[in-house]
Structure formats: structure tokens, C-alpha cells
């Protein structure tokens, strides 16, 4: 049974500093999402990781994909308050030519203070 | 920007009672997801829909759940004889089929079983 851990669960920042979510995986996958939800929303897709060594960023947010070690990372650079919310990572575990079978992680809920 | 709808926002049935949830996914996308997420925990997956049937099913996906593309545009979850854990935030989700093609979800339809 595949399962993914997401560290840390809860993390409060100040505004302006950096850090970093870890989400690791207890199978072989090469299909790797991250996604954010504002309280009572939906999820939005922030980033789809596919292959070893793959790094994304968008504005604030840079996430990254070992498979070998099985942790991909999601690093946090200047938060802002806006940033605010819970982040998922997800990994894909449909068999064959399907996708969008995921398992998602327990979620990290991030709130920046000023 | 197209997105997933579903209706309503919100159902609140009695136990025993059947409910239908109804989704209308992004127009030009093959694959069609449920999941759930009970109050302060993780998003689960439920079922998957390829080509007019499913792909893929959680064990949550007993026989007291179907799913159905009754028209073009219609993807529908119903549950035949609601319990009090199927309280819960239904998420419906599409998305291209491709290899790094995320998963479109909605807004999500609230249950409420009492």
C-alpha cells in the first residue's frame, strides 16, 4: 500500500523567511503533485513533478523530485501572507496507462505572520 | 479559465437516504475522478472514469456507490443508502489523461449525513 508523509504538518512562519515541506513515498512512482487549499476550497494545482531531478518554481514556491530517494520537496523562499493555506503533495499510483489514482499526503497547514 | 463545477455546494440528507452529486468536467477532458475528504483529513480517492466506465476504484468505492456519465457533459456519484461516515467534502476532478496533465478539481459538494 503505497503511502506518503508530508513533514511538517504545521508550520508558522514570519513573513520573509524561507523554508521547506518534505513529502516522501513509500513506492516506485514517477508522477509527483503538489497542490494548495484555502480554507473551505477546492485544490489548486500548483505543480506536477515527473521525473527524477525535476525542479518547478513558480513566484515564491520551487518544488523538486528525487525518485530515488523518494521525497520530493517544496521550498518556500520570502514568504508572504498570501502563501497562507494548506499544501498537499500526491502521488499518482493508477497501474497501467491510467493516471489520477492519487494518494495524498496528511497536508501542511502554513500560516505566515507578519 | 474553464473549470469543474458541482453541484449543489451543499446536501444534507438523512441516513438510509440515496443522494446524487453532480459534476460537469472541463470540456475537452477524458478522465473523470470522486474523491472525498472527511473533516480535518486526508483527500482520498475514490473512483476514476475512462471511457464510460471505471478505471479504477478505492476500497471506500463499495456497492453503495456508483457512477454515471448519463449525457456529454454530466459525471454523477451516487451513494443508494447514506451513512453517517459518508459525511464528508466530495471533490470531483478531470483532467487531460496525459502524462503531465494535473487533475482539475471543483469547488466540492459538502455532505452532510444526519
Known amino acids: 500500500e503505497l503511502k506518503v508523509e508530508q513533514n511538517p504538518l504545521f508550520l508558522s512562519m514570519q513573513e520573509g523567511k524561507n523554508y521547506t515541506i518534505y513529502c516522501n513515498y513509500s513506492t516506485t512512482s514517477d508522477r509527483l503533485y503538489w497542490y494548495r487549499q484555502d480554507p473551505g476550497k477546492s485544490l489548486e494545482s500548483l505543480f506536477v513533478l515527473l521525473s527524477n531531478g525535476a525542479v518547478k518554481q513558480e513566484g515564491r514556491l520551487m518544488a523538486s523530485l528525487d525518485t530515488k530517494a523518494r521525497l520530493s520537496t517544496l521550498h518556500i523562499t520570502a514568504a508572504v501572507h498570501d502563501l497562507s493555506a494548506t499544501y498537499f503533495c500526491a502521488v499518482d499510483n493508477a497501474g497501467g496507462t491510467s493516471y489520477g489514482k492519487l494518494t495524498f499526503g496528511q497536508g501542511t497547514i502554513l500560516t505566515v505572520h507578519p | 479559465e474553464p473549470e469543474v463545477t458541482q453541484t449543489p455546494s451543499h446536501q444534507v440528507t438523512q441516513m438510509g437516504q440515496e443522494v446524487i452529486l453532480r459534476c460537469v468536467p472541463i470540456s475537452n477532458h477524458l478522465y473523470f475522478y470522486w474523491y472525498r475528504q472527511i473533516l480535518g483529513q486526508k483527500v482520498e480517492f475514490l473512483v476514476s472514469f475512462y471511457n464510460n466506465e471505471i478505471s479504477e476504484k478505492s476500497e471506500i468505492f463499495d456497492d453503495q456507490f456508483s457512477v454515471e456519465r448519463p449525457d456529454g457533459s454530466n459525471f454523477t456519484l451516487k451513494i443508494r443508502s447514506t451513512k453517517l461516515e459518508d459525511s464528508a467534502m466530495y471533490f470531483c476532478?478531470?483532467?487531460?489523461?496525459?502524462?503531465?496533465?494535473?487533475?482539475?478539481f471543483g469547488n466540492g459538494t459538502r455532505l452532510t449525513v444526519t
Open positions: 476532478a478531470s483532467s487531460e489523461g496525459l502524462y503531465n496533465s494535473p487533475l482539475h
